[in-house]
């Protein structure tokens, strides 16, 4: 049987396709993954930040309230101070 | 009865303008399906080319800044608050008056031993810090 040239093009053009899809989509699962586990991270880190921040706060403001040297000690350890700046 | 035989029903010839008119069908049948296939398959891949571009363009954006964040976080900032969470931890179990503000942000689980104490209500809040 004779294979028409169109038939033969048609069939190589829809190979040539069909490899290009699995390339650009293997690639974008590759970089969307490394994107998202990035953002990941980023949210961690910052989520947990935040949470140290408040916890910081929350132990100034106990400081406050209960005086003591140690944890005026530790808070300036940490260069935290609920002291007013010195005029 | 052996014409019959000899010339089966099933087996037409192959010269009969009917089954060229037939092979001639199909063949434009599968040329049309061919280049439906192609137009299908080729909008396909150019989606999932714009879509590979978009997704490295925000990733080419995004990954010098996120590499330093986390660097600086594990070499720095996670070392300074662990340090912190620890030191909080410690000074919590000579002052028990402290167990409000470990009860809130998770740092403690046990019952408070002071009868009384009002923060055994309170719950860690959902964004409490991570423990490592």
Excluded at chain 1, 31 to 49: D, H, M, P
Excluded at chain 2, 1 to 22: G, Q, V, W, Y
Excluded at chain 2, 86 to 103: A, E, R, S, V
Aim: hydrophobic letters at 40%.
């Amino acid at each position: 049987m004779k294979n028409s040239p169109l038939t033969t093009i048609l069939l190589v053009l829809l190979a040539i396709s069909a490899v290009l899809s699995l390339v650009f989509c293997w690639n974008y699962i590759r970089k969307s993954r490394e994107l998202r586990g990035l953002q990941f991270q980023v949210t961690q880190i910052n989520q947990r930040s935040a949470a140290i921040n408040s916890l910081m706060n929350d132990v100034v403001e106990y400081s406050k309230k209960s005086p003591n040297r140690d944890i005026d000690h530790l808070l300036e350890s940490f260069g935290l101070t609920n002291r007013p700046p010195a005029k | 009865m052996d014409e019959i035989e000899n010339k089966p029903f099933s087996t037409p010839a192959l010269d009969s303008p009917d089954l060229r008119e037939e092979i001639e069908s199909l063949r434009h049948l599968l040329g049309s399906i061919l280049i439906l296939l192609v137009v299908v398959s080729g909008t396909l891949t150019i989606f999932l080319l714009r879509e590979m571009k978009n997704t490295s363009a925000q990733l080419e954006a995004f990954r010098p800044g996120a590499t330093n964040m986390i660097a600086v976080y594990q070499k720095q900032q996670a070392p300074a608050m662990d340090d912190f969470i620890n030191k909080m931890k410690q000074y919590g179990q000579t002052h028990k008056d402290f167990d409000p503000i470990l009860f809130k942000w998770g740092l403690k689980t046990t019952s408070p031993t002071l009868p009384g104490a009002p923060a055994a209500s309170v719950p860690p809040p959902s964004n409490a810090v991570p423990k490592k």
